[in-house]
């Protein structure tokens, strides 16, 4: 399986919103509503901030938001605030029992 | 509250073995799936191993099938990773994760433990 298909960058000011994109295939991300997205501070965990393409868990901000349009699945982060400075990872399940992520998006806020 | 505590990284040679160990509580642990997953250093995340919640079900990336071995003690809330034969391209710190579902997401991961695989 490949990887899913994450832009390396992306910025945006306090206050704004930024979308990040991840796109796979009909095999992983377009076949199934199972994309998730984690956040990755330095040197810490990744934590769950959308399961089920745009279900939020709870104590997760409702500034983040999640969507799906074919093979391409968006992380929406809105009112942006510089806490939400990090790395950013998509996830789908890909056919044959595996997983698949993507490489990564670094979001920083200006 | 949900803790996982991963063991047993270091540094090793290549072509030896290593056994990592993650330690769970704060959650019944025999009734959820539990994963291993990977990250290079610098590099991004890489799903690695399943297991079912009664260790009756497994399944391995390619990247490590038939190297490394997933195993879970349900009466100890602990899961392992056997690694064999590691290559040096298994460098990476390795995190356990809690699975919801069977591979649709991971809600809980632990701080990691890290893997040095070189000569």
């Known amino acids: 399986q490949s990887a899913l298909t994450q832009p390396p960058s992306a910025s945006g000011s306090p206050g704004q919103s930024v979308t990040l994109s991840c796109t796979g295939t009909?095999?992983?991300?377009?076949?199934?509503?199972?994309v998730s997205w984690y956040q990755q501070h330095p040197g810490k965990a990744p934590k769950l901030m959308i399961y089920?393409?745009?279900e939020r868990p709870s104590g997760v901000p409702d500034r983040f938001s999640g969507s799906k349009s074919g093979n391409t699945a968006s992380l929406t982060v809105s009112g942006l605030q510089a806490e939400d400075e990090a790395d950013y990872y998509c996830?789908?399940?890909?056919?044959?029992?595996?997983?698949?992520f993507g490489g990564g998006t670094k979001l920083t806020v200006l | 509250q949900v803790q996982l505590v991963e063991s047993g990284g270091g540094v090793v040679q290549p072509g030896r073995s290593l056994r990592l160990s993650c330690a769970a509580s704060g959650f019944t642990f025999n009734i959820y799936s539990m994963n291993w997953v990977r990250q290079a250093p610098g590099k991004g995340l890489e799903w690695v191993a399943i297991m079912s919640y009664d260790g009756d079900t497994k399944y391995y990336a390619d990247s490590v099938k038939g190297r490394f071995t997933i195993s879970r003690d349900n009466s100890k809330s602990t899961l392992y990773l056997q690694m064999n034969s590691l290559r040096v391209e298994d460098t990476a710190v390795y995190y356990c994760?809690?699975?919801?579902?069977?591979?649709?997401?991971?809600?809980?991961w632990g701080q990691g433990t890290l893997v040095s695989v070189s000569s």
């Open positions: 996830s789908s399940y890909a056919s044959s029992n595996s997983v698949v």
């Open positions: 009909s095999s992983d991300v377009g076949g199934y509503k199972y």
């Open positions: 994760a809690r699975g919801r579902g069977w591979l649709t997401y991971f809600d809980y």
């Open positions: 089920e393409v745009s």
